[in-house]
């Protein structure tokens, strides 16, 4: 009788039959792929449409949050300082950074969809804490246990998507998701500006920040009827279940089956290669005791940092997502609403509202550029764009004259401005929400993305734990730029925070440009042999000309 593990390697490949580690080419595997699927199947999109719930958290989350500073006003007790705002912002960046590595080791003990499932129910749990809070405290619990939830969900839906979806679709896929997360921004600053203008003053925020749990909820039914990924199931010996999986996203035909067989033993032999090889190193430490489920973890985080190609891929993904918030993207996302009330702007959230409309459409054009033109390229030419974009804006708040207190409205707004303030300082304004939307229109066709892709670069036995590490860089990052930016903004002036940031660009270039290797196209397999011996930069757009 055969093993259950060698049972799938054996039923459409009887030539095989005496060799079930046969070696697959994994080249081979890409072109067979780019010969016979043209368009996703619908199985995928309703896989990732089911995931990409996720990013809408996410993206609500980040939207909601800049309607609600504005609109609380003394609902806690006590009108908000800067530093309340501060920590009922950060707070969610905090926790999500200490659940990141955690989600890691959930998503290869119990599964990615158990993950996205947990989350789903502490987004829902979050949302209900802080539309019932009284207190600034009460607040900051509520947007703690959100923050387990995003920090979770951000993880495991580009991991679960990445995992199922096909080589040459990945791309656009998982940012698909990431167009969630900025449709999400889009749908809370409409509801923010909805609020604001016809709800209760002391109430509408409560209706903000508690409808958060209704796509949570949606996702959570919907997903305990999708499958598991078809990677996590060969490596937990689910064999037949993962060729089930991969027969619907792939779908029928000859061709396809023949194609889904190379994919299916692709997958088999990496993990049977790194079972081999975890024995190895693992055969002196079963003579002392019986080897446990936390000497496995413990053994991941060993061949995460002791092999060089996963260190490296480490080292990537860690700069991509640090550097996705150093650049000072979600301080305008969680305080957009608070500078253009500074700027006086007479509606601040249907200002906001014109930033995540740019957000989501030039998201939209990543998505369709996103596999044509590869991540590096996108980064490279976008980043720079960045970098004008934030001295410029700058540059306008050289010209602007604000309000000692950063709470309160900007001078210019008043009827008498005309009159009273210069024609530069009037328009500047203008021009630092121009600058916003080209910073943010550039943002989201690279940096917005291509780091949410960090899966593809980690090989099978340490993708989620690596996933988890860099996501954990994400919301590091995220709670630095949280925690400071009001205060940057107070004690270093709005122009010099600006001007940080772009720097921040600068150097994040010149790292993409030495060490960034290009994975479009690329199997997930095939994309963990760049690394192996070097960053695969050369090596990679060697690659990518011959595929064009």
């Known amino acids: 009788m055969a093993d259950s593990a060698d049972e799938p390697l054996m039923r459409h490949e009887p030539e095989n039959d005496d060799d079930p580690a046969v070696a697959v080419d994994l080249s081979d595997v890409s072109l067979l792929l780019e010969e016979n699927l043209r368009h996703p199947?619908?199985?995928?999109?309703?896989?990732?449409?089911?995931a990409g719930i996720s990013g809408l958290l996410f993206g609500y989350d980040t939207g909601v949050i800049s309607a609600t500073l504005v609109s609380i006003n003394s609902s806690l007790g006590h009108p908000l300082t800067t530093l309340d705002k501060s920590l009922i912002t950060s707070a969610t960046a905090l926790f999500a950074l200490l659940v990141s590595p955690i989600s890691g080791v959930l998503a290869d003990k119990f599964g990615r969809?158990?993950?996205?499932?947990?989350a789903d129910i502490a987004f829902i749990l979050g949302a209900v804490v802080q539309a019932a809070t009284s207190s600034v405290v009460g607040m900051i619990a509520g947007r703690s246990i959100v923050g387990l939830a995003v920090g979770a969900g951000s993880f495991v839906a580009p991991l679960y998507i990445a995992e199922l979806a096909p080589a040459p679709f990945r791309g656009r896929l998982v940012t698909l998701n990431v167009l969630f997360v900025t449709l999400g921004q889009v749908v809370a600053y409409i509801v923010g500006w909805a609020f604001a203008e016809w709800g209760n003053e002391n109430t509408g925020w409560r209706w903000m920040v508690g409808l958060g749990a209704l796509p949570a909820t949606i996702q959570c039914l919907v997903m305990l009827i999708m499958p598991e990924t078809p990677r996590w199931l060969v490596q937990v010996g689910r064999h037949d279940e993962a060729r089930s999986v991969l027969n619907k996203v792939f779908g029928g035909g000859i061709e396809i089956q023949r194609m889904v067989d190379h994919v299916l033993r692709g997958i088999e032999n990496e993990v049977r290669e790194e079972e081999?090889?975890?024995?190895?190193?693992?055969?002196?430490?079963?003579?002392?005791?019986k080897t446990t489920w936390l000497t496995g973890s413990k053994d991941n985080w060993k061949e995460l940092f002791r092999i060089g190609g996963n260190r490296r891929a480490l080292t990537i993904a860690?700069?991509?997502?640090?550097?996705q918030q150093l650049c000072g993207f979600n301080s305008l996302m969680y305080f957009s609403a608070t500078i253009f009330t500074i700027l006086g702007f007479e509606s601040p959230t249907l200002t906001s509202l014109s930033v995540a409309v740019t957000n989501f459409l030039m998201t939209c054009a990543a998505l369709l550029l996103i596999d044509r033109i590869g991540r590096r390229r996108i980064?490279?030419?976008s980043i720079p764009i960045m970098s004008i974009g934030l001295l410029l804006c700058s540059l306008g708040f050289h010209f602007i004259t604000l309000p000692a207190d950063l709470n309160s409205k900007n001078p210019s707004s008043s009827s008498s401005a005309h009159e009273e303030i210069p024609l530069s300082e009037r328009t500047a304004p203008l021009l630092v929400l121009a600058s916003v939307m080209l910073y943010v229109g550039a943002y989201a066709l690279g940096l917005g993305n291509v780091p949410w892709m960090q899966s593809e670069l980690f090989p099978l036995n340490v993708r989620s734990l690596g996933s988890g590490l860099s996501t954990s860089t994400n919301w590091g990052a995220n709670f630095v730029v949280g925690l400071t930016f009001l205060p940057m903004m107070e004690f270093l002036t709005p122009a010099w925070t600006f001007v940080i940031y772009a720097i921040v660009c600068v150097a994040g270039w010149l790292c993409i440009w030495?060490?960034?290797?290009?994975?479009?196209?690329?199997?997930?397999?095939?994309t963990g042999t760049l690394l192996e011996d070097g960053w695969g930069v050369r090596e990679s757009l060697r690659r990518a000309e011959e595929r064009s």
């Open 41 to 50: 199947g619908l199985f995928v999109w309703l896989l990732t449409f089911s």
């Open 113 to 118: 969809k158990r993950v996205v499932l947990l």
């Open 276 to 289: 081999e090889a975890k024995r190895g190193r693992l055969r002196g430490q079963s003579k002392k005791g």
């Open 318 to 323: 860690c700069l991509l997502q640090g550097l």
């Open 379 to 381: 980064l490279l030419w």
């Open 514 to 526: 030495r060490i960034y290797p290009e994975t479009m196209g690329l199997s997930l397999e095939e």
